[in-house]
């Protein structure tokens, strides 16, 4: 098993959201129906996460079971619900300014560099087929009907354990968990 925590996640660059985050646990008062709107959202992008990284192989294979049979990038989206969960969950005014700063640096900053540099690199490796998924399933919109693919590549593979340790991703479960019971406990009497 891999270790959970992600020393790129510690770097100077997140010290700002870290930092925006204590401030609302100490100084934001809790709000008595956050947690309502807050854990449906947190869980389900939690479950998606989880769903997308126990299928994803990285650079070996064009992952297309699973979730990405539905969109092509789960973990982006299951991110951006955590996100918005934590955001609501924040309560007041901090819900606003938190959705108003991520959704559009989402939107407009780091998901076109990220789909351009993915794409170039799933395309260099997987050449037309890469291209027809592109096409043909959405980026970040979950459709309900699967995409079947091309049947030459044979049987698509479940969900592995390998996998979601391979992709890191107990160590973003650990960190939400962690975010959830700070909220918990902030909602639950002061923290200072």
């Known amino acids: 098993m891999r270790n959970p925590i992600r ?10 959201l870290y930092l925006v985050g204590i401030a609302i646990l100490i100084f934001q008062p809790p709000q008595p129906h956050g947690v309502m709107a807050a854990l449906p959202l947190i869980a389900l992008g939690s479950a998606l996460r989880a769903w997308g990284a126990g299928h994803l192989v990285k650079n070996d294979e064009l992952t297309t079971s699973g979730p990405y049979a539905h969109l092509r990038h789960p973990l982006y989206c299951g991110t951006i619900l955590i996100a918005t969960g934590f955001a609501v969950w924040a309560g007041g005014a901090w819900t606003l300014i938190l959705l108003c700063l991520l959704w559009p640096w989402f939107a407009f900053r780091y998901y ?19 291209v027809r ?13 699967p995409w ?16 979601y340790d391979e992709n890191n991703e107990l160590g973003t479960f650990l960190a939400v968990a ?15």
């Open 178 to 192: 962690l975010g959830v019971i700070l909220f918990w406990l902030r909602d639950r009497g002061p923290f200072v």
């Open 148 to 163: 079947r693919g091309d049947p030459a590549a044979g049987p698509s593979v479940g969900w592995r354990w390998g996998c």
């Open 133 to 145: 998924y592109r096409r043909e399933v959405s980026a970040l919109r979950p459709s309900l009907r």
């Open 7 to 16: 020393l790129k996640n510690l770097n100077a660059q997140f010290l700002p």
């Open 112 to 130: 076109p560099r990220k789909e351009k540099s993915e794409s170039i690199r799933l395309e260099a490796a997987h050449g037309e087929r890469f």
